[in-house]
């Protein structure tokens, strides 16, 4: 995609993780299209970043495929189902980038090392340094920072349960993290920051039509 004066560093792009961030997280793995169960607001969310301009791309790990526990087939059909839910409220993904290897086997696509990242600024001509990446663990803020992404983490998954006292202490491993409650707190507070930095270009006063925060 040709590079542009407003956007100079290429598309506006978010890369997403998926389990606790735009489905409830298992223990077991998302094996079939009904184990796939949304996160309030979260397709909602993907849909409002598109409205807003902004591609959607997923990169999930699925160390299930290497273990036995699905098959391409199953994870087609999940990502079909996943697609399918995003398209009932507006949105879509650009693409779905995975890794299919279990830790045991040091593949670089596995994050939070950032093979995939890689792979993803490569296919949609990116610089990753303007690219947005959210997740639901400490290892999506690794894999965003090995990667040179802007580190966002949401608590609709499992760091989301841990006490705060713990929560905190993982996340001061990556000071650099911008924290959100969910999906659509991200959304809500990227849009309102390009909207400020818009205004700002222009000399302009931008109006507090949302409660949003900046993304700081």
Same mark, same amino acid.
């Given at each position: 995609?040709?590079?542009?004066?407003?956007?100079?560093?290429?598309?506006?792009?978010?890369?997403?993780?998926?389990?606790?961030?735009?489905?409830?997280?298992?223990?077991?793995?998302?094996?079939?299209?009904?184990?796939?169960?949304?996160?309030?607001?979260?397709?909602?969310?993907?849909?409002?970043?598109?409205?807003?301009?902004?591609?959607?791309?997923?990169?999930?790990? @699925?160390?299930?495929?290497?273990?036995?526990?699905?098959?391409?087939?199953?994870?087609?059909?999940?990502?079909?189902?996943?697609?399918?839910?995003?398209?009932?409220?507006?949105?879509?993904?650009?693409?779905?980038?995975?890794?299919?290897?279990?830790?045991?086997?040091?593949?670089?696509?596995?994050?939070?090392?950032?093979?995939?990242?890689? @792979?993803?600024?490569?296919?949609?001509?990116?610089?990753?340094?303007?690219?947005?990446?959210?997740?639901?663990?400490?290892?999506?803020?690794?894999?965003?920072?090995?990667?040179?992404?802007?580190?966002?983490?949401?608590?609709?998954?499992?760091?989301?349960?841990?006490?705060?006292?713990?929560?905190?202490?993982?996340?001061?491993?990556?000071?650099?993290?911008?924290?959100?409650?969910?999906?659509?707190?991200?959304?809500?507070?990227?849009?309102?920051?390009?909207?400020?930095?818009?205004?700002?270009?222009?000399?302009?006063?931008?109006?507090?039509?949302?409660?949003?925060?900046?993304?700081?």
């Amino acid at each position: 995609m040709p590079r542009n004066a407003e956007h100079p560093h290429g598309m506006k792009l978010v890369i997403l993780g998926r389990d606790g961030t735009l489905n409830r997280y298992r223990d077991d793995h998302v094996k079939a299209p009904e184990e796939l169960d949304p996160l309030p607001g979260a397709m909602e969310a993907v849909a409002r970043l598109n409205h807003a301009g902004w591609h959607t791309v997923l990169a999930t790990n @699925q160390a299930g495929i290497g273990r036995g526990l699905l098959d391409m087939a199953s994870l087609n059909a999940v990502h079909l189902r996943l697609n399918q839910l995003l398209a009932e409220k507006g949105g879509r993904l650009d693409a779905a980038f995975f890794c299919p290897h279990t830790p045991e086997e040091g593949c670089d696509c596995r994050k939070p090392r950032p093979g995939l990242i890689h @792979q993803i600024a490569e296919r949609f001509d990116v610089a990753l340094a303007a690219v947005h990446m959210v997740g639901a663990s400490l290892r999506d803020l690794q894999t965003a920072l090995a990667a040179g992404c802007v580190p966002h983490v949401v608590l609709s998954g499992p760091l989301g349960t841990l006490p705060d006292a713990e929560r905190d202490a993982l996340l001061a491993d990556v000071p650099q993290a911008r924290v959100h409650a969910d999906l659509a707190a991200f959304a809500e507070a990227l849009i309102h920051e390009e909207r400020r930095q818009r205004a700002d270009a222009r000399g302009e006063v931008l109006l507090p039509d949302t409660q949003a925060g900046g993304l700081d």
